[in-house]
């Protein structure tokens, strides 16, 4: 099971798209509603920004083979609305520590949204080292042009560990 070591919901923006060797299992966020149709519903106060991604990652084994402290997970991609690109995204996220059981991750990223600016955020997960879904929470630092001054979170959802695709959802402070 993932348990946030950051920020309380959820944690972990080990960002988007990226694939991992072994990857976490699903754990609810306990900022988001969930609407009867099984989408979430904004927290009050918040405004949502859908999108979704097309994903290239690269792990580097700095050894032992397998998931080990040291090693990286470095994705890019491009950002899409609706199936139109709207921006591109790359992070980096550093094993801290990795066994058979757990693995605890260290994610930077930057979120470039083409002309409305850019959206950059963190997160520290632990997470299962089994396969499947897995979903997790960044909290955003900041950002430039439209989101100049940025509070909030964003959740990736990953159906498949290697999928080459996530959801991801913006959740901007208002006011």
């Known amino acids: 099971m993932r348990r946030s070591l950051l920020f309380g919901m959820g944690a972990v923006l080990c960002v988007t798209g990226f694939a991992t060797p072994a990857a976490a299992i699903e754990q609810p966020d306990p900022t988001v509603q969930v609407a009867p149709s099984g989408q979430p519903e904004s927290p009050k ?8 991604t097309r994903t290239t990652s690269h792990y580097n084994d700095s ?9 990286e997970v470095l994705s890019t991609g491009v950002l899409l609305k609706d199936g139109r690109p709207v921006g591109v995204f790359g992070n980096e996220c550093s094993f801290l520590d990795a066994d058979d059981q757990s693995q605890t991750l260290q994610c930077v990223e930057s979120w470039s949204l083409g002309d ?3 959206l950059t955020s963190q ?3 632990e997470q299962t080292a089994t396969s499947g879904p897995r979903s997790w929470t960044a909290v955003i630092n900041g950002g ?3 989101f100049l001054g940025a509070e909030g979170f964003i959740v990736t959802r990953k159906d498949t ?10 959740y901007l402070k208002r006011g």
């Open 144 to 146: 430039t042009g439209r």
């Open 45 to 52: 106060g918040f405004e949502r920004i859908e999108l979704t």
């Open 116 to 118: 409305k600016g850019e």
């Open 161 to 170: 560990p290697n999928a080459g695709t996530d959801s991801v959802t913006i």
């Open 63 to 71: 050894g032992p083979e397998g998931p080990s402290a040291g090693d």
């Open 123 to 125: 997160a520290l997960t």
